[in-house]
């Protein structure tokens, strides 16, 4: 290799090269959601061909259709459904988040630090979890779901989606907690803390980053999920927005710019969140606090 | 503040036997200095005194408290990791103040400890910090500040130097030693370095394989290592040995034909028995140039100036010898050397113990 | 104490706080519960005769919409744990499968004088002599005239064919590839899907013919290729078409257009002078077993029913009543044209065996418009194919030596245990555990409850054939119609052995290309130099932002071989290249189905490789590629020898997990291709899937192919470690 070539500065073809290859990929990344957004915005169709993906008609008639639904309760005064739906599943989806994030921490602790019986097979049996298709285990799922009154319930709803989302979030924070020193947590205990102090106390909080992304990731496995949410929810006012569009495209009469324009308005708050997140996602776990 | 006494300490990982019996004892308000090669288990020893390792066997008493089976919180004391392990969330004084916070000490106190740590350590501008965004050197002293505010009753130091440079090393070194006397709480301090050994301690364990070779106060260890490995660990650079050295009457035979008087043969007592052989150690800085009546002569291959002193890089023999010398002293390289030996050491061949009574 | 730090005060309010909001909405005895699958002006005709009923009677009622394509498997998921509806509203050809999982009482006492309702109608709810809901709406499709492109409309659906027509516009759209869209053209050469009974009808020189006539509608250009409903409503809402064959739900999408257009009924086939009759759908209210005990709810039913409640209907949502009272109103030409269709019209047959038809016709349907297949040939291969799907369930089994297997097994562990608690290492190392156990022990009470369980008893489903409530014990007899391709060719597409290897070569390919793709972004957007970092970290994850189903159906739009956005790209280049690239149907053959398919999930999957591989960077301090730098490693050995090794052990675990979510990935596999061409590009979960829904209902049967799948992704995510593994002696 030429000095030249090892200097520190990024020789100009490079740059090029690198934001290229970014472009390409952004390209890449953002031409079917384009189309979804068009769609969302068209006024009228256009059954042509076409290369870029720009309204027909601009319109804001779908995002409204959508955005202001009411739910018509006979002999009660009309309630803004779509507004009810949508804080529906973010709770839901925060809630599972929470709840996932909160039963999977202390799991995934033990995994990384602890020595027990049991514990490769554990993690194996976790990992095994996730290859099973749920087209088998759905029907048992709600009969036991009945048996603890759960069914129809949106915490019934948390419940299931936290615990499918566990096993993903073990090994994800398990990984983390692995990276973070042991020193930390023994000066702690030195410094007067017990395990489970130094653990909530400088483990955690070390740890945050990585929490983060955890805690989204279950967000958005709940989020965008319909199947379970459709078939547990047994009142309008309890569905998730992912159910509310499944029906704007039924087999007989598919109204795609409502759907477009539902999908819309639901990833906003997802986008949101990772933007807040993408920080995160990407921040070193450790920076500081070990070694210089 | 404290004695700390370890008593026949045993400590296995599994099959592998880390300390095979060590005793160790500090007394209240001594500073002691465990050292030791890489892999002896200094570390480990100083673990266990601190509670964050169990002992396989023996026994661990601070003052009269039997302490071996408590847990690190309930010990009373605080320690300064290798990597500092400053938590990375907190600011310089949630970090000094995190022990306290935890013994649930009422605001006032922590606010005035802390104030009172961090001006003796000048953090004071610092306290609003990251650790990510100190300099390696104030992060070391953030860790010092960690467990100086706690007013422990005995402090653990885990080569807490390694990280920093030369010169900062030195002047922590002393900054430290001052802190002890002024705190007066008994610390143990584990190093690979002789300086920090010397300097610092009351009190030097040297530890080889899992057990203790030798105790005592730096110049009594420096001056009298028990044996040949403390000799060789201690001192730097290090000791010079020519081993299978003959003992004749009231001498020995050195490769190369030359002979050495030994001066006070008394002090071997009857162990010296012409005809046997042992191994002889003389520290690079025990010699002195003595024309007129040299003990031995060697021939000079290479000389380096370090300063103050002179290494010489010698030969007797055809084995080579270390010798430390007056920067003065004009020696130049192919010099046939006349030495004088100040000071020198017997070792057992077989066992490695010194010879001396 | 900082605030940076979490007190679990603070979790626990917050997890009280959630759980407060989600507390139940405790279902109210008086209350009765009404589904529905309507939207729009529908759902408020819905909304105001409920009103009136409530206001009237005083019972409270709950309406809720359900999405059309998932109202069966709801139903059968509450129905039976007392959580379903008193009444529901749905299409009469379902409940023959209703009725077989038991999620229908007698309608009969709601019914009223049989006079009031059309003939056909009442014989669309009507089986075995009982009534099995109230009729309300009837619905087919019937022909649109777009009465500017068209002045006159010919006799003959050949004549229409022969219009001719501006460059662009199609004299007719309808729904060619559809088995639905393809029925009154079978009707018409005298065929049906569905014999009397229940085999297959759609065999035979009629049905033959009407395919061969469909595919020259098509090859002469008289009518869309791959048109589905939506396309259909488009080409004919945007002028395209002067004629279309759709249903009432395209008048509300006609408000506003621009030229005149009227509804008339489906014209004859010169071919044979017989009309096209379309399948006729009745929609009914029916009553779940709780409802028919509740009078409550059969007054519910008789207002849903009455003809002041078609009036309504007909008034606000434009439905078409099945009432004999309730005239089609004089200033409605379009309900007339409707009404006029509706008694040309056959119910659609309500046996569950219906179900079967349509994947096996479809299929065929495909085929044929496709030029891949002759008629006869498609045609005897979608007999063979129904026949294969209603083969009777494999003959009961004795359990007798599973459950003494089972028994063994268990006492074999039981012993092991036994053993293991008296050897004392074993006793120190659990006490030693202790501790460890107060963290994990909640994690394996939920994921036990709720993952383990339902998975042994779906895996338990497996030994089982018949449906649910009604199964018996089969053994292994399942898993062995599978591995030995139901007595087919091992390797024949559909087959279990054909299937497995589609999908470790999508697997395969997949995670290559995630790999590969998140990889290379990743280190592009590691770089320290690089500017606007953050804008395109942004950008590049939002395909993982957005719900799948939505996007995977954005590709397959993008995919339509005739409008297409690839197509558009494909005709551009062709423009300002001068080339004459054919447009890909990409639905046509299984390299480019696959593609298409691949394209997709890789689209959706490299944004998480990405940020994973954004995340294991991080732990490369950069001394050590300096290290290596100073060591002479040129910038590639610095990638494959510092970089790679260094973030693998974080990658690791993605990888794994991202092999077995793409072995498992049914969606895009789903949504995009549909398993096209001819079940080729299906996946083994998908076939699962279609195992349990679409065909029907075999629940052991996709159990059994559920547990080969976990057993295939088991064997081959620790064969590495099993081989690697020492012989015993070693030890
Ligand atoms: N948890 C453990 N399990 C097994 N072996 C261990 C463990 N901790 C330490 N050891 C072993 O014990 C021995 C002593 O380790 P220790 O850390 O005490 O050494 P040290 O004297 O501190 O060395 P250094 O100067 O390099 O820090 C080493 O051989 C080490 O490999
Ligand atoms: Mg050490």
Redesign the pocket.
């Known amino acids: 290799m030429s000095p030249a070539d090892q200097g520190r500065k990024v020789s100009l073809a490079e740059s090029i090269g690198a934001h290229l290859l970014l472009v390409v990929a952004v390209a890449f990344a953002l031409y079917p959601l384009l189309w979804v957004v068009s769609l969302a915005f068209s006024g009228a169709v256009e059954p042509t061909p076409r290369v870029l993906p720009v309204p027909i008609e601009p319109t804001l008639e779908h995002l409204r259709g959508v955005a202001f639904s009411t739910l018509q309760v006979p002999g009660e005064p009309d309630r803004w459904l779509f507004g009810l739906q949508l804080a529906n599943s973010i709770v839901i989806s925060l809630a599972t988040a929470l709840v996932g994030v909160v039963i999977a921490v202390p799991t995934a602790y033990a995994l990384a630090r602890f020595e027990f019986v049991g514990k490769n097979g554990g993690m194996r049996a976790l990992l095994a979890t996730q290859m099973f298709p749920a087209v088998a285990s759905a029907i048992p799922l709600y009969i036991i779901l009945d048996g603890l009154g759960l069914l129809g319930t949106r915490s019934g709803l948390v419940l299931c989606y936290a615990t499918t989302a566990v096993p993903f979030a073990i090994f994800q924070l398990r990984g983390a907690f692995e990276t973070i020193p042991r020193d930390l947590e023994e000066a702690a205990m030195v410094d007067g803390a017990t395990r489970f102090e130094a653990f909530r106390k400088v483990v955690l909080p070390a740890a945050r980053p990585a929490i983060a992304v955890t805690a989204l990731f279950a967000f958005m496995s709940a989020y965008n999920e319909f199947v379970l949410a459709h078939t547990m929810l047994g009142r309008e006012e309890m569905y998730t927005v992912p159910v509310v569009l499944q029906r704007y495209i039924s087999e007989f009469s598919a109204d795609w710019p409502k759907f477009a324009a539902g999908s819309l308005i639901v990833s906003i708050p997802v986008m949101i969140l990772f933007y807040i997140a993408q920080r995160h996602l990407i921040a070193g776990l450790t920076a500081g606090g070990v070694k210089g | 503040m404290v004695a700390v006494t370890a008593r026949a300490i045993v400590k296995r990982?599994?099959a592998?036997e880390?300390l095979r019996g060590v005793d160790v004892h500090v007394p209240d308000g001594g500073f002691a200095v465990l050292v030791?090669p890489?892999?002896?288990?200094?570390?480990?020893?100083l673990r266990l005194l601190a509670g964050l390792e169990d002992v396989t066997a023996g026994e661990i008493r601070f003052g009269e408290r039997d302490v071996t089976r408590l847990a690190p919180r309930d010990r009373d004391i605080a320690m300064v990791f290798q990597s500092y392990a400053l938590y990375p969330h907190l600011t310089v004084r949630d970090n000094l103040a995190f022990g306290l916070n935890l013994r649930k000490t009422d605001l006032a106190t922590i606010a005035s400890r802390v104030a009172e740590v961090s001006a003796m350590l000048g953090l004071d501008l610092l306290l609003d910090r990251l650790p990510r965004a100190l300099s390696g050197g104030q992060r070391q002293r953030v860790a010092m500040g960690r467990a100086i505010v706690r007013r422990p009753q005995l402090f653990l130091f885990d080569?807490p130097l390694s990280n920093l440079d030369a010169a900062l090393r030195a002047q922590v070194r002393v900054e430290i030693r001052k802190l002890h006397d002024q705190l007066g709480a008994t610390s143990v301090y584990?190093t690979?370095d002789q300086v920090e050994a010397m300097t610092l301690a009351d009190r030097i364990f040297v530890?080889n394989r899992g057990v203790v070779e030798q105790v005592g106060p730096p110049r009594d260890v420096y001056d009298h290592p028990r044996t040949r490995f403390v000799a060789g660990f201690l001192g730097s650079p290090a000791m010079n040995f020519l081993d299978g050295v003959q003992v004749d009457a009231g001498g020995l035979a050195l490769p190369g034909g030359q002979r050495l008087a030994i001066r006070d043969p008394e002090r071997f007592g009857d162990r010296l028995q012409p005809g046997r052989t042992v191994s002889l150690g003389v520290r690079p800085h025990d010699f002195v140039v003595r024309p007129d009546a040299p003990d031995l002569t060697v021939e000079v291959e290479l000389v380096e100036l370090l300063g103050p002193e002179l290494q010489i890089h010698a030969r007797l023999g055809g084995r080579p010898l270390a010798v430390c010398l007056d920067s003065q002293s004009g020696v130049a390289r192919g010099d046939r050397l006349p030495l004088a030996v100040r000071a020198l050491h017997l070792f057992d061949p077989e066992t490695g113990q010194s010879l001396r009574v | 104490m900082s605030s940076r730090t979490c007190s679990p005060g603070h979790v626990l309010g917050a997890l009280l706080a959630v759980l407060a909001l989600l507390a139940p909405a405790l279902a109210r005895a008086d209350e009765l519960r009404l589904w529905h699958a309507y939207r729009d002006a529908e759902a408020t005709a819905l909304v105001e005769i409920v009103e009136e009923f409530a206001a009237r009677t005083g019972h409270r009622v709950e309406l809720l919409a359900v999405a059309h394509e998932s109202f069966g498997s709801k139903l059968a998921a509450t129905i039976p744990r007392g959580q379903g509806p008193h009444v529901f509203i749905d299409s009469h050809e379902r409940i023959g499968d209703y009725r077989l999982r038991a999620l229908l009482g007698d309608a009969g006492p709601a019914l009223g004088p049989d006079a009031d309702y059309s003939a056909q109608s009442l014989a669309a709810v009507t089986q075995d002599g009982a009534r099995w809901g109230v009729p309300l709406n009837a619905k087919s499709v019937a022909l649109f005239v777009n009465t500017r492109l068209a002045g006159a409309v010919p006799d003959t659906l050949e004549g229409i064919a022969a219009l001719p027509m501006p460059a662009g516009v199609y004299p007719l759209a309808y729904e060619a590839q559809s088995a639905y869209g393809h029925m009154p053209l079978l009707a018409a050469f005298d065929g049906r899907m569905l014999a009397d009974d229940a085999s297959f009808g759609f065999v035979g020189p009629a049905a033959a013919r009407s395919l061969a006539f469909a595919r020259e509608l098509v090859e002469r250009g008289a009518v869309p290729r791959d048109a589905d409903g939506a396309l259909v409503s488009d080409l004919f809402r945007s002028g395209r078409a002067a004629f279309a064959i759709s249903g009432p739900w395209l008048v509300g999408q006609l408000a506003g257009v621009e030229f005149a257009w009227r509804v008339v009924p489906l014209p004859i086939v010169g071919e044979t002078g017989l009309p096209m009759r379309p399948p006729l759908t009745v929609e009914a209210a029916m009553l779940s077993p709780q409802g028919s005990a509740s009078p409550a709810a059969l007054d519910l039913v008789r207002a849903l029913a009455s003809a002041e409640a078609a009036a309504v209907r007909q008034r606000l949502a434009g439905t078409l009543s099945v009432r004999t009272d309730v005239p089609v109103p004089e200033d409605s030409p379009v309900l007339a044209g409707f009404r006029a269709q509706a008694e040309l019209a056959a119910p659609m047959s309500a046996d569950p065996a219906m179900r079967s038809t349509w994947e096996p016709a479809f299929r065929a349907i495909r085929k044929v418009l496709r030029g891949q297949a002759s008629p006869e040939d498609a045609l005897a291969e979608a007999a063979r194919r129904f026949a294969d799907v209603r083969r009777p369930p494999p003959p009961a089994a004795s359990p007798t030596p599973a459950l003494l297997l089972l028994g063994l097994g268990l006492l074999l562990v039981a012993f092991h245990l036994v053993r293991r608690a008296r050897d004392p290492a074993a006793r120190q190392a659990l006490r030693a555990s202790l501790p460890a156990y107060r963290y994990v022990a909640h994690s394996v009470v939920v994921v036990g409850l709720l993952v383990f369980l339902p998975l042994i008893v779906g895996a338990a489903t497996s030994l089982f054939a018949g449906r649910p409530g009604e199964g018996y014990y089969v053994g292994l007899a399942n898993f062995f119609e599978i591995l030995t391709a139901r007595g087919g060719p091992l390797l024949a597409t559909g087959s279990f052995w054909f299937v497995l290897l589609v999908t470790f070569l999508w697997t395969a390919v997949n995670v290559v290309l995630h790999l590969g793709i998140g990889l290379a972004l990743g280190l592009v957007l590691s770089r320290p130099t690089l500017r606007l970092r953050a804008l395109y970290r942004v950008l590049l994850i939002l395909p993982w932002a957005v719900p799948s189903y939505v996007t995977a159906l954005a590709w397959k739009g993008m995919f339509h071989q005739q409008y297409g956005a690839v197509t558009g790209l494909v005709l551009a280049i062709n423009e300002w290249f001068g080339t004459s690239l054919e447009p890909i149907a990409w639905f046509s053959r299984f390299a480019t189905a696959f593609a298409a398919n691949v394209a997709t999930n890789v689209w959706l999957g490299f944004p998480f490789m990405m940020v994973v591989t954004l995340g294991a960077l991080t732990a490369v301090p950069a001394d050590v590629l300096e290290a290596a730098e100073v060591d002479g490693a040129s910038r590639w050995q610095r990638l494959t020898r510092v970089t790679l090794p260094m973030i693998r052990p974080a990658l690791a675990p993605a990888v794994t997990l991202g092999a077995i979510w793409t072995f498992n990935m049914f969606n895009v596999v789903f949504l995009v291709s549909g398993g096209d061409p001819d079940g080729s590009t299906d996946i083994l979960v998908s076939e699962a899937y279609r195992w349990a829904f679409t065909r029907e209902a075999q629940y052991g049967y996709a159990a059994a192919y559920a547990v080969l799948i976990f057993l295939l992704l088991l064997v081959t995510t620790r064969l590495p470690a099993w081989l690697a593994r020492r012989p015993r002696g070693a030890r």
């Open positions: 990982f599994g592998t880390v030791g890489s892999g002896c288990g200094k570390s480990t020893l080569e584990v690979h530890l």
